[in-house]
């Protein structure tokens, strides 16, 4: 078994308003169909195991980018989505937080008996992977929310999270069934986030000798450090600054979107009609959709598609959600039908970006393309859970040279 990854984030608080989570919903079945529908179950489950790429997704549908509840958030919305599709689909999302989390094993042997998978060896994996990074890897964080994803083939990916109460962070944990080998001695790919200093793992190659004692009823209780291979740590902090983001990634997509004529790209022909600023956010879903796992490493970057629901780095613009998730769901209902021009479109934005940053240079005015995307917040619907955002007093016109 190897876990792919885990990630710390400062706890948030609140609930996601419904304009927002209606919207999720629809994108994030929208992006899961894609990806099925280009590279099948077991690369979107691949996918879901990348705490980047997680929080990428998490990030693009206009979640805080940093926060601890992209997790519960993200996953409930899949499930809500997904799971009324799941059998057409093939992949079901099992769990929760909180009390649904314990309702796994049971929705686990449900599954199981309508599709022929091992509901005893599912809800196995389900408990042991919930075990070892509660109890046989004690680092400080008690698992409040388990979800388990699997496909009809019988591959799964389980996301969890833990909460620290004394460090106000929350940690998430990735695990994927691509290479089991066993429960007991080096799970994990990673475990990762600060260090906490020693900690106690059973489950570490050199506590061999320890877990044998144990099953010996000493009293030996040996620690070992787990080897921080993987690195997600989020500040605590909500702004979002220049650090955060790879600015040439960025600047290339923002100068594709709205410096040039999207007519010069005969690939995007079927894209006329969409607007500069939606073509943006196009571009960073086609990026998570189609991306390889290199271009995942400054997930906030992906908040320039839909801002984040906080107001930072600026308020959701809804007119902009609703037109990507609408041209995204006709290029995925075309693509079923055989029709998959406008499907292609979509993937080229993620190319035609690649291609730019080979060749382009970005400036500093990281800050000023900030306050033109919060300028222009109310031309696009923009909200955030203090309300809807407002025209600014003194109309500025910002000629930002960042792409």
Known sequence: MQQAGSADLPLHYGVVPPWLAERMAKLGLAVTESVLAEYGAKAMLERLSDPFWFQSLGAVMGMDWHSSGITTSVLGALKKAVNPHAKALGLYICGGKGRFSKETPAELIRLAEQTGLDGTHLVRCSKLSAKVDNTAVQDGFKLYTHNFIVSIAGDWTVIQQGMNDASGMARRYHWHSGSLQNFVEEPHTAVCGANQGPILNVTAVEAAGARRAMLAITQEKPGWMIPEIQRLLMPRRHELQAEDVDLKRLGSILWMAHEHNLGGFEELLLLKGVGPR???????????????????????????AHGGKDGHPFPVPIKVYDETISTLQIAVQKAKLGQTEKHQAIKALHTLAAKAEKNFIPNEQFEELIEKERADAWKYGGKTVYGDAKAPSKSKCLQLRLF
């Open 278 to 304: 939606t073509v943006q956010s196009l571009a960073l879903v086609s990026e998570v959709i189609h991306g390889t796992p290199s271009r995942f490493k400054d997930p906030a970057r992906f908040a320039f």
